[in-house]
Protein backbone atom coordinates (compact mmCIF):
# COMPACT_ATOMS: atom_id res chain seq x y z
CA UNK A 1 0.00 0.00 0.00
CA UNK A 2 1.12 3.69 -1.14
CA UNK A 3 1.75 5.78 1.77
CA UNK A 4 2.05 9.19 2.50
CA UNK A 5 4.96 11.17 3.81
CA UNK A 6 4.12 13.85 6.07
CA UNK A 7 5.94 16.62 8.30
CA UNK A 8 4.42 17.90 11.48
CA UNK A 9 5.79 19.74 14.48
CA UNK A 10 4.70 18.26 17.90
CA UNK A 11 5.46 19.89 21.02
CA UNK A 12 8.55 18.57 22.86
CA UNK A 13 6.80 17.33 25.52
CA UNK A 14 4.76 14.78 23.72
CA UNK A 15 7.44 13.70 21.74
CA UNK A 16 9.36 12.57 24.70
CA UNK A 17 5.80 10.56 25.79
CA UNK A 18 5.73 9.00 22.15
CA UNK A 19 9.30 7.97 21.80
CA UNK A 20 9.27 6.65 25.08
CA UNK A 21 6.40 4.67 24.48
CA UNK A 22 7.78 3.67 21.94
CA UNK A 23 11.08 2.47 23.61
CA UNK A 24 9.28 0.55 26.11
CA UNK A 25 8.05 -1.54 23.24
CA UNK A 26 4.23 -0.81 23.26
CA UNK A 27 4.41 0.47 19.22
CA UNK A 28 6.76 -1.27 16.69
CA UNK A 29 7.88 2.34 15.96
CA UNK A 30 7.12 6.29 15.72
CA UNK A 31 4.98 6.08 12.40
CA UNK A 32 3.03 2.94 13.93
CA UNK A 33 2.03 4.85 17.06
CA UNK A 34 0.94 8.27 14.84
CA UNK A 35 -0.97 6.21 12.36
CA UNK A 36 -3.16 4.72 15.09
CA UNK A 37 -3.22 7.74 17.04
CA UNK A 38 -4.68 9.57 14.22
CA UNK A 39 -6.86 6.61 13.22
CA UNK A 40 -8.24 6.64 17.04
CA UNK A 41 -8.72 10.01 16.89
CA UNK A 42 -10.56 10.17 13.22
CA UNK A 43 -12.83 7.45 14.78
CA UNK A 44 -13.81 8.86 17.70
CA UNK A 45 -15.00 12.43 16.25
CA UNK A 46 -16.52 11.41 13.19
CA UNK A 47 -18.26 13.96 10.92
CA UNK A 48 -21.67 12.43 11.28
CA UNK A 49 -21.61 12.25 15.53
CA UNK A 50 -20.52 16.57 14.94
CA UNK A 51 -23.08 17.22 13.07
CA UNK A 52 -25.72 15.62 14.92
CA UNK A 53 -24.49 16.93 18.59
CA UNK A 54 -24.52 20.47 16.95
CA UNK A 55 -28.17 20.17 15.47
CA UNK A 56 -29.04 18.63 18.88
CA UNK A 57 -27.82 21.90 20.72
CA UNK A 58 -29.36 24.55 17.76
CA UNK A 59 -32.68 22.29 18.79
CA UNK A 60 -31.87 22.99 22.59
CA UNK A 61 -31.28 26.58 21.72
CA UNK A 62 -34.45 27.31 19.84
CA UNK A 63 -36.54 25.58 21.35
CA UNK A 64 -35.61 24.43 25.10
CA UNK A 65 -37.06 25.20 28.38
CA UNK A 66 -34.67 26.80 30.68
CA UNK B 1 -38.72 17.08 32.80
CA UNK B 2 -39.53 20.43 31.97
CA UNK B 3 -37.04 23.03 32.99
CA UNK B 4 -37.94 26.76 34.26
CA UNK B 5 -34.68 27.48 35.81
CA UNK B 6 -31.38 28.21 33.87
CA UNK B 7 -29.11 24.86 34.80
CA UNK B 8 -25.85 24.94 36.24
CA UNK B 9 -23.73 24.09 33.67
CA UNK B 10 -20.12 22.41 33.85
CA UNK B 11 -17.42 24.05 31.18
CA UNK B 12 -14.89 22.41 29.39
CA UNK B 13 -12.12 24.63 27.97
CA UNK B 14 -13.27 24.94 24.24
CA UNK B 15 -16.92 27.07 25.04
CA UNK B 16 -15.11 29.48 27.10
CA UNK B 17 -12.15 30.17 24.80
CA UNK B 18 -15.01 30.33 21.71
CA UNK B 19 -17.29 32.27 23.60
CA UNK B 20 -15.16 34.96 24.40
CA UNK B 21 -13.44 34.68 20.74
CA UNK B 22 -16.61 35.71 19.43
CA UNK B 23 -17.45 38.62 22.30
CA UNK B 24 -19.90 35.62 24.10
CA UNK B 25 -17.84 34.93 27.12
CA UNK B 26 -21.09 37.22 28.51
CA UNK B 27 -23.56 34.44 28.02
CA UNK B 28 -22.73 32.19 30.44
CA UNK B 29 -23.78 34.50 33.13
CA UNK B 30 -27.08 33.11 32.33
CA UNK B 31 -26.88 29.88 33.85
CA UNK B 32 -27.08 29.31 37.25
CA UNK B 33 -24.06 28.33 37.86
CA UNK B 34 -20.80 28.15 35.96
CA UNK B 35 -18.08 25.90 37.48
CA UNK B 36 -14.84 25.77 35.58
CA UNK B 37 -12.90 21.77 36.52
CA UNK B 38 -9.05 23.21 38.00
CA UNK B 39 -7.72 21.27 34.47
CA UNK B 40 -9.83 23.24 32.30
CA UNK B 41 -9.23 26.52 34.01
CA UNK B 42 -5.29 25.96 33.62
CA UNK B 43 -5.88 24.86 30.00
CA UNK B 44 -7.81 28.45 29.16
CA UNK B 45 -5.33 30.39 31.06
CA UNK B 46 -2.77 29.02 28.97
CA UNK B 47 -4.81 29.61 26.01
CA UNK B 48 -7.56 32.78 26.76
CA UNK B 49 -6.44 34.15 30.42
CA UNK B 50 -8.75 37.08 29.45
CA UNK B 51 -11.49 34.78 29.41
CA UNK B 52 -11.31 33.81 33.03
CA UNK B 53 -12.12 37.48 34.20
CA UNK B 54 -16.03 36.81 33.96
CA UNK B 55 -17.25 37.23 37.65
CA UNK B 56 -19.44 34.42 37.63
CA UNK B 57 -16.84 31.57 37.05
CA UNK B 58 -15.97 28.98 39.33
CA UNK B 59 -12.83 27.11 39.71
CA UNK B 60 -13.75 23.67 41.53
CA UNK B 61 -12.30 20.53 41.48
CA UNK B 62 -13.84 16.97 42.05
CA UNK B 63 -14.20 15.27 45.44
CA UNK B 64 -15.75 12.24 45.03
CA UNK B 65 -13.58 8.83 43.90
CA UNK B 66 -13.86 8.75 40.65
CA UNK B 67 -16.20 6.04 38.87
CA UNK B 68 -14.69 3.20 37.24
CA UNK B 69 -17.41 3.73 34.62
CA UNK B 70 -15.70 7.06 33.54
CA UNK B 71 -12.13 5.79 33.27
CA UNK B 72 -13.26 3.32 30.90
CA UNK B 73 -14.90 5.56 28.52
CA UNK B 74 -12.42 8.48 29.07
CA UNK B 75 -9.29 5.95 28.20
CA UNK B 76 -11.62 4.56 25.57
CA UNK B 77 -11.74 7.98 23.89
CA UNK B 78 -8.10 9.15 24.68
CA UNK B 79 -10.18 12.03 26.62
CA UNK B 80 -7.87 14.74 27.51
CA UNK B 81 -7.40 16.09 31.11
CA UNK B 82 -9.69 18.85 31.33
CA UNK B 83 -12.69 17.00 29.72
CA UNK B 84 -11.96 14.14 31.92
CA UNK B 85 -12.01 15.99 34.51
CA UNK B 86 -15.40 18.15 33.68
CA UNK B 87 -17.12 14.97 33.29
CA UNK B 88 -16.03 13.93 36.65
CA UNK B 89 -17.24 17.31 38.18
CA UNK B 90 -20.67 16.81 35.73
CA UNK B 91 -21.38 13.17 37.50
CA UNK B 92 -20.87 14.62 40.68
CA UNK B 93 -23.58 17.18 39.99
CA UNK B 94 -26.56 15.58 38.14
CA UNK B 95 -28.74 18.03 37.56
CA UNK B 96 -25.93 19.81 35.61
CA UNK B 97 -25.37 20.33 31.69
CA UNK B 98 -21.64 19.96 30.90
CA UNK B 99 -20.51 22.12 28.15
CA UNK B 100 -18.04 20.60 25.49
CA UNK B 101 -17.28 21.50 21.97
CA UNK B 102 -15.05 17.97 21.86
CA UNK B 103 -17.02 15.22 20.19
CA UNK B 104 -15.60 12.58 22.09
CA UNK B 105 -15.93 14.43 25.52
CA UNK B 106 -19.92 14.88 24.19
CA UNK B 107 -19.68 10.70 23.19
CA UNK B 108 -18.40 9.89 26.62
CA UNK B 109 -20.91 12.20 28.88
CA UNK B 110 -23.90 11.06 26.82
CA UNK B 111 -22.94 7.90 27.72
CA UNK B 112 -22.87 8.28 30.85
CA UNK B 113 -25.87 9.94 31.12
CA UNK B 114 -24.71 13.98 31.32
CA UNK B 115 -26.73 16.47 29.62
CA UNK B 116 -24.12 17.97 26.82
CA UNK B 117 -24.15 21.25 24.65
CA UNK B 118 -21.78 23.35 23.08
CA UNK B 119 -21.08 26.80 21.90
CA UNK B 120 -23.14 26.48 19.25
CA UNK B 121 -25.80 25.24 21.46
CA UNK B 122 -25.50 28.19 24.09
CA UNK B 123 -25.30 31.35 21.11
CA UNK B 124 -28.73 30.10 19.71
CA UNK B 125 -30.29 29.62 23.48
CA UNK B 126 -29.18 33.42 23.86
CA UNK B 127 -31.84 34.92 21.15
CA UNK B 128 -34.54 32.63 22.87
CA UNK B 129 -33.29 34.09 26.45
CA UNK B 130 -33.75 37.69 25.18
CA UNK B 131 -29.87 38.11 25.86
CA UNK B 132 -29.31 38.47 21.61
CA UNK B 133 -31.24 39.69 18.95
CA UNK B 134 -31.74 37.00 15.99
CA UNK B 135 -29.52 39.23 13.49
CA UNK B 136 -26.80 39.44 16.36
CA UNK B 137 -26.79 35.99 16.99
CA UNK B 138 -26.22 35.27 12.75
CA UNK B 139 -23.83 37.59 12.46
CA UNK B 140 -21.57 35.97 15.55
CA UNK B 141 -22.64 32.33 13.60
CA UNK B 142 -21.36 33.85 10.21
CA UNK B 143 -18.20 34.94 12.04
CA UNK B 144 -16.98 31.72 13.77
CA UNK B 145 -14.45 30.54 10.84
CA UNK B 146 -12.72 34.32 10.80
CA UNK B 147 -13.27 35.13 14.89
CA UNK B 148 -12.63 31.90 16.45
CA UNK B 149 -11.18 28.68 16.82
CA UNK B 150 -13.93 26.74 16.55
CA UNK B 151 -13.89 24.26 13.66
CA UNK B 152 -17.24 23.56 11.95
CA UNK B 153 -17.44 22.09 8.52
CA UNK B 154 -18.51 24.82 6.40
CA UNK B 155 -21.88 23.09 5.30
CA UNK B 156 -23.09 22.37 8.87
CA UNK B 157 -22.55 26.26 9.51
CA UNK B 158 -24.69 26.93 6.91
CA UNK B 159 -27.18 24.34 8.15
CA UNK B 160 -26.95 25.90 11.49
CA UNK B 161 -27.49 29.17 10.42
CA UNK B 162 -30.77 28.63 7.87
CA UNK B 163 -32.36 26.75 11.11
CA UNK B 164 -32.16 29.72 13.28
CA UNK B 165 -33.17 32.79 10.24
CA UNK B 166 -36.17 30.12 9.55
CA UNK B 167 -37.20 29.66 13.30
CA UNK B 168 -39.76 32.19 14.29
Known amino acids: ?66 | MIESVPPLVICDAGPVIHLDELGCIDLLSSFSRVLIPVAVWQEVQRHRPKALALPCLERISATKPEPPELEAVAVALSLHTGEWEAIRVALENPASVLLTDDTAARLAAGNLGIRVHGTIGVLVRSVRQGLRTKIAILDILRSIPISSSLHLKRSLLDAVIKQVEEHQ
Open chain 1, 1 to 66: MEKAVIQAQLPPELMARALSFVEEGWASNLDELLVESLRRFLESHSSRMTESFVMSDVQWGLTGND
